[in-house]
């Protein structure tokens, strides 16, 4: 019987490549989207044209009316949950701290905070009732910024990507005797759209020649990570927390 997963933030980035990925491998995939329908539509389109099995869910993860309808509707689809990806998250214009406006600040962490911790709490909740047998896993989507800090540019994206890993610690002891398994991936540079949306759409390739590796890694690579950490291979990993960065 196929597993069922529920990502969040599946239509563009690491989100759509890691639904591109585990639909490969597999698994039905659900994802949400915020607005983007177009590209949530293309998406669908690429899994199913390959014999995937995929919806994709309008949704904003700040609303915990939208977070409820996303689990309600892929359950619904699927028969049953397996497992989450926590991976929808923004960025902002690179600034000081000193020039972040209360907005931004409201926004950055309502975003990837808050809508991370609904978006984990209902996997919580769900998975113990949803999953095949004893073998439900979530894989939160954090950020070698947290470790770099990001000074001058993104330090609040830096820093409400750090609850991400202290998340992953705390969620991984809650529900490891139910069998569900809680781990993170934490992305170096890497090339897609997030770096437009701060204002540096050239950023991943300008900075990639200072990574040891000296390039921007992809989306896929990132991807690739997710779909290992959610397999039975890593059947003995819960609490990790895995750098994808090309030694930065």
């Known amino acids: 019987m196929k597993k069922s997963v529920l990502i969040s933030g ?11 990925i585990m639909a490969a491998e597999g698994w039905r995939v659900a994802f949400t989207y915020r607005s983007d329908r177009e ?15 995929t919806i994709a869910i309008q949704g904003d993860t700040v609303r915990e009316e939208d977070v409820l309808r996303a689990f309600d509707d892929t359950i619904r689809a699927f028969g049953g949950l397996d497992g989450v990806v926590v991976n929808a998250g923004i960025v902002a214009p690179s600034m000081p701290l000193a020039d972040m406006s209360l907005e931004r600040l409201r926004t950055m962490f309502d975003t990837n905070v808050l809508g991370s911790f ?18 439900g896993v979530i894989v939160l989507v954090s950020s070698a910024a947290v470790r770099l800090g990001s000074p001058h540019e993104y330090v609040d994206y830096a820093a409400s990507k750090g609850v991400m890993d202290t998340l992953t610690l705390g969620l991984s002891k809650e529900l490891a005797d139910l069998g569900i398994r809680v781990n993170a991936v934490r992305p170096g540079l890497i090339e897609t759209e997030i770096h437009a949306s701060g204002g540096q759409p050239d950023r991943a390739v300008r900075l990639g020649q200072a990574v040891p590796m000296a390039r921007p890694g992809t989306a896929e690579e990132v991807a690739k990570a997710i779909a290992w950490l959610a397999s039975a291979e890593a059947s003995y990993c819960t609490g990790a927390i895995l750098d994808v960065a090309g030694g930065r």
Request: hydrophobic share 35%.
């Open 39 to 53: 590209a949530a539509d293309r998406t669908v389109e690429e899994i199913r044209a390959k014999g995937g099995e």
């Open 10 to 20: 599946g239509s563009r980035g690491i989100g759509k490549a890691t639904a591109t």
């Open 118 to 135: 609904l978006f984990a709490r209902e996997a919580a909740r769900r998975l113990p009732s949803q999953m095949s047998g004893n073998n």
